[in-house]
T-cell receptor, first 115, second 110 residues
Framework: DTEVTQTPKHLVMGMTNKKSLKCEQH?????MYWYKQKAKKPPELMFV???????INESVPSRFSPECPNSSLLNLHLHALQPEDSALYLC??????????????FGPGTRLTVT | SQELEQSPQSLIVQEGKNLTINCTSS?????LYWYKQKYGEGLIFLMM?????EEKSHEKITAKLDEKKQQSSLHITASQPSHAGIYLC??????????FGGGTRLMVKP
């Protein structure tokens, strides 16, 4: 199984809502990532979890809160977002932790619209 | 910081034609990744290159990393409509961090 799944596929939320994005992989990968991708731009790294610990936070605003409940799951909790946060949110996983960079496998993404 | 420049930004080719996409780095590349993305979807891993002069092929797609490890090319032979999408090169910045080039949008006309 080389699949990374993400739910929901689409999400529309108001600026006062609280919602969560979910990501799951069953490849035994020990590193998981959240990326944000705006239209016609490449993905930008937000967070990296390595062995279930947050290892990289790319200066992301606190209205985005990641969580890694176990080695297969990664959540992104959203609260008080702004319309400019509307984007495609991509989850990825890779085999290694800090042993070295391995190819990352991406999920299909969640299309988020903040109204 | 590492920057990756991709060229061309967009490309329209007739089905059956060959094409090349380039990815150039301002610094030595220690891991170069090629991904393909369908519009609004996730990224599909194509190939990883690490050694200077390395070349890999998968079906009709060939990727090369030059000897100096600062430039990579992706070549598609006899393009098909299924090759259409956005091609992204990504480089290992530090540890588990990937930085991406701006992408090349490919359209293949039947």
């Amino acid at each position: 199984d080389t699949e990374v799944t993400q739910t929901p596929k689409h999400l529309v939320m108001g600026m006062t809502n609280k919602k969560s994005l979910k990501c799951e992989q069953h490849m035994g990968h020990r590193a998981m990532y959240w990326y944000k991708q705006k239209a016609k731009k490449p993905p930008e790294l937000m967070f990296v979890y390595s062995y279930e610990k947050l290892s990289i936070n790319e200066s992301v605003p606190s209205r985005f809160s990641p969580e890694c409940p176990n080695s297969s799951l990664l959540n992104l909790h959203l609260h008080a977002l702004q319309p400019e946060d509307s984007a495609l949110y991509l989850c990825a996983s890779s085999q290694g932790g800090w042993e070295g960079l391995n190819e990352q496998y991406f999920g299909p993404g969640t299309r988020l619209t903040v109204t | 910081s590492q920057e990756l420049e991709q060229s061309p930004q967009s490309l329209i080719v007739q089905e059956g034609k060959n094409l090349t996409i380039n990815c150039t780095s301002s610094k030595t590349l220690y891991g170069l990744y090629w991904y393909k993305q369908k519009y609004g979807e996730g990224l599909i891993f194509l190939m990883m290159l690490q050694k200077g002069g390395e070349e890999k092929s998968h079906e009709k797609i060939t990727a090369k990393l030059d000897e100096k490890k600062q430039q990579s090319s992706l070549h598609i032979t006899a393009s098909q409509p299924s090759h259409a999408g956005i091609y992204l090169c990504g480089a290992d910045v530090a540890g588990n961090m990937l930085t991406f080039g701006g992408g090349t949008r490919l359209m293949v006309k039947p």
